[in-house]
């Protein structure tokens, strides 16, 4: 019988962050965007959109997309709507396997359409509240994930390992095959 030490796990986690660190790519999890109030124009709270009157000490003309003179009442930050998107991603590194039908290992867990890859990273990077194990990661939140120059949608996230030693698999789909 093995007993696994500390010494054990420190060794391991040393080893695979090394790894991660010199073989590990930079992957983009894009979440969903967030709605925040126009800094450019003021919000008319009855009916929760620009009033059409700019903010103390700010000029539209100023504004890379102010065009008409004429149509001086529609903010040309939020589009009169009182509120801009703001896109919210997380970055995660990580180690990328092809998935392919010639691989023995990858027949066994099941049958991939051409494009389709494992990221596999630390747990702790992809935790949306650190001290929550089994909670939700940022590919739970995520819509798509950029790696590489690539677009992939989530098909499955697993979480594997052994007491400190956890790892967060994503199984990742070409979306422009």
Known sequence: ????????????????????????????????????????????????????????????????????????KICPECGGEGYVKTDNTKLVRGTKKDLSYNNRE?????????GTIRFSCDLNDVLVDINDAKGDTWFHLGIKVDLDGETYNIINITKTGLRDLYTCRAILERTNI
Do not use: K
């Not at 925040?36 to 709270?45: A, F, G, H, R, Y």
């Not at 990858?106 to 991939?112: A, E, K, L, N, P």
């Open 106 to 114: 990858d027949s066994q867990v099941g049958f991939f359409r051409p």
């Open 1 to 72: 019988m093995t007993i696994i030490t500390d010494r054990h796990i420190e060794i391991y986690q040393t080893t695979i962050s090394d790894v991660r660190v010199s073989l590990g790519r930079w992957a983009t999890i894009y979440l969903e965007p967030t709605l925040v109030e126009c800094t450019w124009c003021v919000l008319d709270p009855s009916n929760d959109s620009s009033s059409g009157v700019n903010e103390p000490g700010i000029d539209w003309i100023d504004h890379p997309d102010y065009v008409d003179p004429y149509n001086i």
